[in-house]
């Protein structure tokens, strides 16, 4: 089942900061980690990722380092910042109310709001 | 290979959307890089060239979207509060110098050569801001050795002035270079303390290369600040050693504390420290022998009202006299104690520090290593002048220094234009200076580990 964007869109600095707090990642590592851990059901379009990744670094959240991927190439690698790992959690704690909030009223209905 | 053409094709279109120059660069290879990865990942899946070069493109998404959503990322650093407090202190440095001319006899005449300087030292800010600075510090122990060269070039004119000038004399034209070298050694003491300030800044790029070198590293940078003291003992001039000392030792301290050099801490910290302080701590005790009349302004100053003039009989006094006449604009804060009292001397130097410590703020705001330490070093270039300035001037010890921008001193000027157009260039560059080759220690230890 193909998901409408725009839930995604608002998400997505979550996603990005979530993976980097658990391992160092490369731009196109991190759209193919998105795509197998969500089964293909999210997916990340690469001009959609990298202004993002360059903005979360302008605000100090990731950052940056060049790494040899073979013998003839380097990589940019991205990892979390302290800040960043601040930042995922006041993300998740909005999520996991959001998330609650919302099944609540999916859930319940009116007598939710009632309670 | 016809997909290189295609890559290129749409990596120009991105940036083409990308006002600031700068970035291209940096938001180039990384799209070509994710270009080239996604199409190698579906070669190796089966696809034709052809097809893996088209999937790779349409994965990226319209370039001109992508572009104007880089473009919105970057856009130059500017702090106008900074750039406020700089116009300030020049808008004040010409009320000062213009007051003075109109007011003293004696300086009746130097509000012009001072006015001369101002398009220069503008210039001089202009270059150094829009050039990027990083790329000269990569070859940071280069520029040093130059540096340094020159320093001795300018101590050489200045112990032959005397020789130079007879020399040339002699001849029968001068001309043009001839006049330049009788310039620069007449005026070479000048010259060389004021390339020690440059100095500072170019510590700071030698710094940032000797990054995760350890010990080694460290005692790397304490031989360069040694070599450039032994020159200031040579030159017989002392103050650049306390210019040098609070800059070099707050720049250790910073990058040592930051974990630059991958050393324990409490240990390397000890081992700047010491020497630092001892060589800074012995100058001071030295500033009566290399500053002659220096207790006439100490014991001025300490008699001072807290409001209201000195003595009564201030115009007939040696103090006054020697104050009012011997280079004013270098005892401004004394003249202001002396003639209004301490309250009116500390509420101007509280005034005046205010645009001088917003540019030290500033400065620690470059996010990239290089761009970060540059900008500290560059304040702290301009902020040790104004502090040994009204140290000196409130008599607690007497050390050559000028307020950045309002003293009188066309090398002065243009050389803190300079500095502060160093530190505003890497500001600006900050966003696209070339990512860091290693991370934090910490990062690589829980990242890289694994």
């Not at chain 1, 993300?91 to 999916?106: D, N, P, R």
């Not at chain 2, 300030?88 to 009320?95: D, E, F, P, Q, R």
């Not at chain 2, 201030?314 to 209004?340: A, C, E, K, P, V």
Request: aromatic share 12%; hydrophobic share 50%; net charge neutral.
């Amino acid at each position: 089942m193909e998901i409408d964007k725009s839930l995604l869109s608002g998400s997505t600095t979550m996603l990005v900061l979530n993976l980097l707090s658990q391992q160092d990642m490369y731009g196109y590592e991190m759209i193919e980690t998105i795509g197998k851990i969500s089964k293909e059901i999210f997916s990340f379009k690469a001009g959609t990722l990298y202004p993002l990744l360059h903005n979360l670094e302008e605000q100090g959240m990731i950052q940056s380092y060049e790494k040899n991927a073979d013998h003839t190439r380097v990589r940019k690698y991205y990892t979390i910042t302290p800040s960043g790992r601040k930042l995922l959690e006041e993300k998740k704690s909005e999520w996991t109310l959001f998330v609650k909030t919302m099944s609540g009223i999916l859930e319940g209905g009116i007598e939710y709001a009632m309670q | 290979m016809q997909c290189n053409e295609q890559f290129t094709g749409y990596i120009k279109a991105v940036c083409g959307q990308i006002r600031w120059k700068k970035a291209h660069k940096k938001v180039a290879n990384e799209i070509e890089d994710h270009l080239i990865d996604h199409m190698e990942a579906l070669l190796a899946s089966g696809l034709e060239e052809a097809a893996a070069v088209k999937g790779a493109l349409e994965e990226m998404g319209d370039p001109i979207q992508v572009g104007k959503q880089f473009d919105a990322v970057y856009r130059p650093q500017k702090d106008k509060v900074l750039f406020a407090c700089i116009i300030a202190l020049m808008v004040i440095g010409v009320a000062i110098q213009l007051g003075m001319s109109l007011a003293i006899r004696s300086y009746a005449n130097t509000f012009a050569e001072y006015a001369f300087f101002i398009p220069f030292g503008i210039a001089a800010l202009a270059i150094a801001y829009f050039f990027d600075f990083s790329r000269l510090l990569k070859h940071s122990i280069v520029v040093y050795a130059v540096l340094f060269a020159l320093e001795i070039a300018a101590l050489f004119l200045m112990n032959n002035s005397r020789a130079i000038t007879d020399f040339f004399m002699m001849q029968d034209s001068v001309g043009v270079m001839g006049n330049i070298i009788l310039r620069i050694s007449r005026g070479a003491d000048a010259y060389i303390y004021f390339l020690f300030l440059l100095s500072i800044p170019v510590f700071a790029g030698v710094i940032h290369s000797q990054r995760m070198h350890g010990y080694k590293g460290l005692l790397l940078c304490l031989t360069l600040y040694f070599i450039n003291v032994g020159l200031c003992f040579y030159s017989n001039d002392l103050a650049p050693v306390a210019h040098i000392s609070i800059g070099y030792l707050v720049l250790l301290i910073v990058t040592i504390c930051k974990d630059w050099f991958a050393v324990k801490k409490p240990r390397a910290l000890l081992l700047v420290c010491m020497p630092i302080l001892a060589m800074f701590v012995f100058v001071l005790t030295q500033t009566d022998q290399f500053f002659t009349g220096y207790d006439t302004i100490h014991n001025a100053v300490s008699k001072a009202k807290l409001f209201g003039p000195f003595v009564e009989n201030l115009r007939g006094s040696s103090n006054y006299y020697m104050i009012m006449t011997d280079g004013h604009s270098d005892y401004l804060f004394s003249y202001i104690i002396l003639q209004f009292g301490y309250i009116a001397g500390a509420v101007s130097v509280f005034a005046l520090s205010i645009p001088v410590f917003r540019m030290f703020k500033s400065s620690c705001r470059p996010k990239s290593s290089i761009g970060f330490i540059i900008s500290l070093a560059s304040s702290l270039a301009v902020t040790s002048q104004m502090l040994l300035y009204v140290i000196r001037n409130i008599g607690i010890f007497g050390m050559r220094a000028s307020f950045p921008l309002l003293g009188y001193g066309g090398v002065s000027y243009i050389v803190n234009m300079i500095l502060i157009g160093i530190m505003l260039s890497s500001m600006r560059h900050d966003s696209v200076i070339a990512i860091d080759k290693y991370p934090s220690q910490s990062s690589q230890v829980r990242h890289l580990a694994d």
